[in-house]
C-alpha cells in the first residue's frame, strides 16, 4: 500500500516529466531555438515521450531507468546554461535542470519504499538459505 508521501512523489514525477517535455518543444520551437522557425533539436523530447506511460503505471523498472537517463537532460541544461550566457536559452537551460532534479528526487523518494524491501526480502532469503546448508 502506497502511503501519502509515495502519492506526491509519483504526481511529482509525472508532473516534472510533463514539464520537461513541453519546456523541450518550446524551447526548441517557439522561446529559443538555434533556427529561427524551430530546429531539429526538438527531437530531443521524444525519448521522454517514452517512460511517460509507465511512469503514469507507477512500473518500479521503469522509474528506475528514467532516473539514470534523466540525468543526460541535467547535462545538457546545465551545459547549455553555462555556455548561452546571457540569453533566454541559458535561462532555459537551468530550468531544464532544476525540473530534471525535482524529477530525480521524486522517483528516487518513490522508489525507496520498495528497494528496502526488496533488500529485506533478500536478506530472508539468504538467511534462509543459510540455516537449510547447516542442517
Known amino acids: 500500500m502506497e ?19 513541453i519546456l523541450c518543444v518550446l524551447w ?18 521524444v525519448p521522454l515521450l517514452l517512460p511517460l506511460y509507465g ?9 528506475q531507468w528514467t532516473s539514470m537517463m534523466i540525468l543526460l537532460y541535467f547535462t545538457e541544461g546545465v551545459v547549455r546554461g553555462w555556455s548561452d550566457i546571457g540569453s533566454l536559452s541559458a535561462w532555459l537551460g537551468w ?20 528497494k528496502r524491501a526488496a533488500k529485506k526480502m533478500a536478506r530472508e532469503l539468504l538467511d534462509k538459505i543459510k540455516v537449510n546448508t547447516v542442517k
Request: hydrophobic letters at 50%.
Open 3 to 21: 502511503t501519502t508521501m509515495q502519492k506526491y512523489f509519483h504526481w511529482g514525477a509525472i508532473g516534472s516529466l510533463v514539464t520537461l517535455i
Open 28 to 45: 526548441e520551437m517557439v522561446l529559443a531555438p538555434l533556427k529561427p522557425g524551430g530546429s531539429w533539436l526538438v527531437l530531443k523530447a
Open 55 to 63: 511512469v503514469y503505471k507507477r512500473d518500479i523498472y521503469t522509474l
Open 95 to 114: 530550468g531544464e535542470a532544476a525540473v530534471v532534479c525535482v524529477y530525480f528526487v521524486c522517483a528516487v523518494l518513490y522508489l525507496r519504499p520498495y
